[in-house]
């Protein structure tokens, strides 16, 4: 007998629309629930395109995020590593780290709002809060992991402090690092929606909080979850692409 | 080929590397443990010196005390006259795995200590040690996708590159199978008679060591102290059937304290 063969890329997508067939049946099935169907959903995402709201939002959120997101990247990092690479340093700091690193970014938020007010600065504050720990841990991890014999390698050519970093530093912790960006970039996308709630007045976040507030529009609630949704993945698939660069992938293919 | 046996013999000012009285002990939770006690060696110019021992008794040490990565506790490491006190390019260890850095390509491995060249010069050199380990068609590829033995070769050519006196070789095909590992000394012997280095490798391989050393030191148990130092007498390329070779094998394996029959 001979074997049917489909390509593989159309499984996830069959799989979705099956699911989303699925949604909006139950929907129909039972109209007095509160609950949009997909396709209430989508024509949200349509109205939301059409006021301009839509790009307005994600322009707004991606900024926090970007901010937050870098801020943290460019202080935690080289501190990460440095901590790293002296262990006093670390052993020093590390009570006050382990203190701060459970308190949720969210709990951050009055301080937040005290300090700089509702607005941009405030989000942005509590994304730098929510990335700085985890980066920073990842780093020093990521220096600890340096197999020893890549540093007595590099030791041995008689490189400079300077080019130690660049050459054996630097391209040893990558590929940890990156992966550590990664799933943080993934919680600095979880708080900016959480921030966007509470501290501003605009983004993701603050569309479903409205959406809600002004007149029940549940189509649009589960419209933005839907967008927050989408664009978690494509951040997630753009740092994925960084980390297949060669000369960066290399622990995943020697481990 | 038989160069390599005059080579050794040939007289020269002084040693090439000295060890006295070098004696290394490890300080954990307040406990002492002594690994190397009292070692003393004189190794020749191009000499090719095999370190051998029980497993764990400090041979690793002894080399990373001798290329300047571990102060010694007591004695001292002296290479040309000078005292070793840190790592250095004339002198390149080369490791048992994870030697190759696996963000660089071929070429930038074996490039890597030699930033200091120009570009054209940089170039040749590279392609000449290509060519040596027999990596000719790999230039861009990167140590993932090589065999272990193309990436010893690779770290052979890395310190090759920058011209070292003296090579240290930490069980550098130990991690490779068998075959491979015999094709691993007759590539290893070639390169040393081309190039001529004084060569000190340890290895835990009886055979290995026979085949290649001109001497072969052998240490005790932990806290290693020098056993004896065997002479091989054999010029290279050496029959591993003769009764000679047959001969100091077995003194070897007397020495380490190996019964004759399994």
Redesign the interface.
């Known amino acids: 007998m001979k074997e049917l063969k489909l390509p593989v890329w159309p499984r996830p997508v069959l799989f979705i629309l099956s699911l989303l067939a699925t949604w909006e049946i139950a929907v129909d099935l039972h109209p007095n629930q509160i609950m949009p169907g997909p396709i209430s959903v989508l024509s949200g995402i349509v109205e939301l395109l059409q006021h301009g709201l839509l790009l307005k939002y994600v322009v707004a959120s991606l900024f926090r995020v970007t901010w937050g997101f870098a801020l943290a990247t460019i202080l935690a990092v080289p501190l990460g590593l440095t901590l790293g690479w002296y262990r006093r340093g670390e052993l020093a700091l590390n009570p006050l780290v382990q203190i701060f690193r459970p308190i949720s970014p969210l709990a951050w938020i009055p301080i937040a709002i005290l300090w700089f007010g509702v607005g941009d600065l405030s989000s942005i504050f509590l994304i730098f809060v929510g990335c700085f720990f985890p980066l920073l841990l990842t780093a020093m991890s990521a220096v600890h992991n340096i197999?020893a014999?890549?540093i007595?390698?590099g030791?041995?050519?008689?490189l400079s402090s300077s080019?130690f970093v660049s050459?054996?530093l630097y391209?040893?912790v990558?590929p940890r690092l990156l992966i550590g960006m990664r799933i943080t970039l993934g919680i600095a996308w979880l708080v900016v929606v959480a921030a966007e709630m509470i501290a501003v007045n605009s983004g993701l976040g603050f569309l479903i909080v409205d959406a809600r507030n002004a007149g029940n529009r549940y189509d649009l609630v589960v419209a933005g979850m839907v967008i927050i949704g989408a664009i978690g993945l494509l951040l997630d698939m753009g740092m994925r692409s960084i980390e297949q660069i060669?000369?960066?992938r290399?622990?995943s293919?020697?481990d | 080929m038989s160069q390599a046996g005059a080579m050794v013999n040939s007289p020269i000012a002084g040693p090439k590397l000295k060890v006295q009285h070098l004696g290394v002990v490890y300080e954990r939770d307040g406990k002492s443990t002594p690994v190397l006690e009292d070692l003393n060696l004189d190794v020749s110019e191009g000499e090719f010196i095999c370190v051998v021992g029980p497993s764990g008794c400090g041979k690793s040490t002894m080399l990373n005390a001798m290329g300047g990565f571990l102060a010694p506790t007591s004695g001292s490491v002296n290479i040309d006259g000078e005292v070793v006190t840190g790592p250095d390019r004339r002198r390149i260890l080369v490791f048992q795995e994870r030697g190759v850095f696996p963000w660089l390509t071929v070429e930038g491995n074996i490039g890597f200590g030699l930033s200091k060249l120009s570009r054209t010069e940089r170039k040749e050199r590279i392609a000449h040690y290509v060519q040596l380990v027999r990596l000719q068609g790999f230039e861009n590829t990167y140590p993932s996708d090589l065999s272990g033995g193309m990436k010893q070769r690779l770290q052979v050519a890395r310190a090759l590159a920058v011209n070292p006196d003296i090579l240290f070789l930490d069980e550098p095909f130990g991690a490779l199978d068998s075959i491979t590992r015999v094709i691993m000394r007759g590539e290893l012997l070639r390169i040393w008679q081309t190039e001529k280095r004084t060569v000190i490798f340890v290895t835990h391989d009886i055979d290995e060591a026979v085949q290649l050393a001109d001497r072969v030191v052998v240490l005790s148990s932990r806290p290693a102290r020098i056993q004896d130092i065997l002479t091989i007498d054999i010029a290279h390329p050496r029959n591993i059937s003769s009764p000679r070779y047959l001969a100091i094998r077995d003194e070897l394996l007397k020495q380490i304290g190996l019964a004759y029959e399994i």
């Open positions: 197999p014999d890549y007595n390698a030791r041995n050519f008689g080019a050459r054996v391209p040893a990558i060669k000369s960066f290399w622990s293919s020697e």
